[in-house]
């Protein structure tokens, strides 16, 4: 059974920091594309950052380019997003997901919920003014 379990979630100041976590168990992902999206209340679930199977690609929204980092450690089945400089319209839950399949050198990294086959629970992200 596949399961991603996220962590690092919680409340911070406006400016501060979080890194949070997202490691797999059931099966490894090292071929595919790993997201963060995130879910404000009342509002649709969005995507944040992408990275490719190696590390070697990303792509950010960009809300949280140049503030947001993410990355992956394949031998930890664990992708990462780096969260700096936060304001409070980052406050949501935020969801890692594994792509259904692999990309092509060539293709864009995917930014629809549709091409992510699993998620993990969420973490939830608060950020006060």
């Known amino acids: 059974q596949v399961q991603l379990v996220e962590s690092g979630g919680g409340l911070v100041q406006a400016g501060g920091s979080l890194r949070l976590s997202c490691t797999a168990s059931?099966?490894?992902?090292?071929?595919?594309?790993k997201a963060w999206f995130r879910q404000a209340p009342g509002r649709e679930r969005e995507f944040v950052a992408v990275?490719?199977?190696?590390?070697?690609?990303?792509y950010y929204a960009d809300s949280v380019k140049g503030r947001f980092t993410i990355d992956r450690d394949n031998a930890k089945n664990t992708v990462y997003l780096e969260m700096n400089t936060l304001l409070p319209e980052d406050t949501a839950v935020y969801y890692c997901?594994?792509?259904?399949?692999?990309?092509?050198?060539?293709?864009?990294?995917?930014?629809?919920?549709?091409?992510?086959?699993?998620w993990g629970q969420g973490t939830q992200v608060t950020v006060s003014s």
């Open positions: 997901a594994v792509a259904k399949s692999t990309t092509s050198p060539w293709e864009p990294l995917s930014t629809n919920i549709p091409d992510y086959a699993y």
């Open positions: 990275v490719n199977w190696n590390g070697g690609r990303t």
């Open positions: 059931g099966r490894t992902f090292n071929s595919v594309s």
